[in-house]
């Protein structure tokens, strides 16, 4: 098998995973979403834990850490670690309150979220494709506000925090494991301590919700060892197409398998939104074709 046809298999298991997560969370309803939480970040620490030990990486994973407190980049992980525990929350809270629709529109507007990011903090220049996406997502985000005559707070803050997330973990880019160890690590006591205090107790949830908490931590890190493959391997344009099978595949397991409603008001939502991505896609595309022109004159 090919480097690229490698990656491009990689890539496509990992957004199938991530994309069928809903489901998986669904099931977990019956658990607070705080404690599936904290079982989440447990066991996926824990499954971390095993993948490092099959590859014989705690002294290169000890010898980051001493490097990372030395030159006081560590507030950057533990910063990052903060934000994938709210997104991990805010994302388990919306599955299992029937609000999966809406969080695949947070994965829907992720990348644009990106670039207003880029544009803000970055002072980066936005080309004309990429401020026309971002107006119609503008528009498909305030009709949604209108309709239900309030902000998506939980949509919006969902894409926020996966978006700071990345722009922090750029500052630090870690191997996958490694990172993922180490967010672990730090927000790990802190779910342990809330295990231990709340009134919810695992045991007397039966073995299925058992299994499905420990196997929480598999689901976690595989797809995330997945998509570690898929970087090395794939070119960025090829990743930013495959990326959208998360949440395509989110909406379509909402709607037809937990059976949430999608009437016209959400549509015209969904439009303004798939116009936007639609758009900033084209632009993608016509601005790597023209750096490859220019590059190879």
Not at 110 to 116: E, G, H, I, S
Not at 156 to 180: E, N, R
Not at 258 to 281: C, M, P, S, T, Y
Request: hydrophobic letters at 55%.
């Amino acid at each position: 098998m090919s480097q690229k046809r490698l990656g491009i298999s990689a890539a496509i298991l990992a957004y199938s995973l991530w994309g069928v997560l809903g489901v998986f969370w669904a099931l977990l309803h019956a658990v607070p979403a705080m404690d599936t939480l904290a079982y989440r970040i447990i066991w996926s620490l824990v499954t971390i834990c095993l993948v490092i030990t099959y590859q014989k990486s705690w002294s290169r994973l000890f010898q980051i850490t001493k490097k990372l407190f030395h030159s006081h980049q560590l507030i950057w992980i533990i910063l990052s670690s903060g934000l994938i525990s709210i997104n991990w929350f805010i994302y388990i809270y919306m599955v299992t309150h029937h609000q999966a629709t809406e969080a695949s529109l947070g994965y829907y507007i992720m990348p644009l979220m990106n670039v207003a990011v880029a544009l803000i903090f970055l002072h980066e220049r936005l080309s004309r494709s990429n401020l026309v996406a971002l107006a119609f997502v503008s528009v498909g985000v305030l009709i949604l506000t209108i309709q239900t005559d309030s902000l998506p707070v939980n949509t919006l803050l969902m894409a926020a925090s996966f978006c700071f997330y990345g722009l922090i973990k750029k500052q630090v880019p870690l191997p996958a494991t490694i990172s993922l160890a180490l967010e672990t690590m730090f927000v790990a006591p802190i779910a342990l301590v809330y295990i231990m205090r709340s009134p919810f107790h695992i045991i007397n949830s039966g073995v299925q919700i058992t299994a499905l908490t420990v196997l929480s931590g598999v689901i976690t890190v595989l797809p995330l060892l997945l998509f570690a493959v898929a970087t090395k391997n794939t070119d960025f344009i090829t990743l930013g197409f495959i990326q959208y099978m998360n949440p395509s595949i989110q909406l379509l397991l909402a709607v037809f398998v937990l059976h949430e409603n999608f009437d016209w008001h959400k549509a015209i939502v969904f439009v303004f939104i798939w116009v936007g991505i639609l758009i900033f896609v084209t632009g993608s595309l016509h601005k790597a074709k023209k750096i490859k022109q220019l590059t190879s004159n």
